[in-house]
T-cell receptor, first 116, second 114 residues
Framework: DAGVIQSPRHEVTEMGQEVTLRCKPI?????LFWYRQTMMQGLELLVY????????DSGMPKDRFSAKMPNASFSTLKIQPSEPRDSAVYFC??????????????FGSGTRLTVV | AQKITQTQPGMFVQEKEAVTLDCTYD???????LFWYKQPSSGEMIFLIY??????QNATEGRYSLNFQKARKSANLVISASQLGDSAMYFC???????????FGKGTMLLVSP
């Protein structure tokens, strides 16, 4: 299995520009999660999906962030307009199910976003 | 609310020695899962070990073991015979049974010296 695939690995953009992060989960994993990692806040959950439906997006700034999962093998996290405070590493993770060891996340390699 | 506390921002250990990374958690749910992840300098998050709250025995995976003390709400990671490649950030995480997501601690940076 190729694991969770994220793109791009690195993104540098100017403030105000739109940024789209992409994720392909492991086939058969029903849960997909987007986390943001910063030195100050650590790992924060932004949004997660179950069977392509948004289950919780309370961690996501709604005015500028949007997340979609149009099919079971693809998800996007979009930031528009981007701001310097959005600079972070964004991780996508997927898991098989909600219970026990099935809850184990497999993470993608992350996207390092820098907004200048 | 769920909370994970990792009180050691940094730990140093010599190669081949054992090291314990501390993790305490707070939940009112009697059923939960505990996880440890490793993040090397390359940035990826690597799953290490899982412990269920009702598991009778402490989890082990190769050189990793989890010292689970339920009454004290602690889930310390023990790495035996440290190797240089163990130098990384280590995160403890928890999922209570009523939730579908993991809550992560702030992490402990481990440095292994020759």
């Amino acid at each position: 299995d190729a694991g969770v695939i994220q793109s791009p690995r690195h993104e540098v953009t100017e403030m105000g520009q739109e940024v789209t992060l992409r994720c392909k989960p492991i086939s058969g994993h029903d849960y997909l999660f987007w986390y943001r990692q910063t030195m100050m806040q650590g790992l924060e959950l932004l949004v997660y999906f179950n069977n392509k439906a948004v289950m919780d997006d309370s961690g996501m700034p709604k005015d500028r962030f949007s997340a979609k999962m149009p099919n079971a093998s693809f998800s996007t996290l979009k930031i528009q307009p981007s701001e310097p405070r959005d600079s972070a590493v964004y991780f996508c993770a997927s898991s098989l199910g909600p219970g026990g060891p099935n809850m184990r996340y497999t993470f993608g390699s992350g996207t390092r976003l820098t907004v200048v | 609310a769920q909370k994970i506390t990792q009180t050691q921002p940094g730990m140093f250990v010599q190669e081949k020695e054992a090291v314990t990374l501390d993790c305490t958690y707070d939940t009112s749910d009697p059923s939960y899962g505990l996880f440890w992840y490793k993040q090397p300098s390359s940035g990826e998050m690597i799953f290490l070990i899982y412990q269920g709250s009702y598991d009778q025995q402490n989890a082990t995976e190769g050189r990793y073991s989890l010292n689970f003390q339920k009454a004290r709400k602690s889930a310390n990671l023990v790495i035996s015979a440290s190797q240089l490649g163990d130098s990384a950030m280590y995160f403890c995480a928890m999922r209570p049974s009523g939730y579908s997501t993991l809550t992560f601690g702030k992490g402990t940076m481990l440095l292994v010296s020759p």
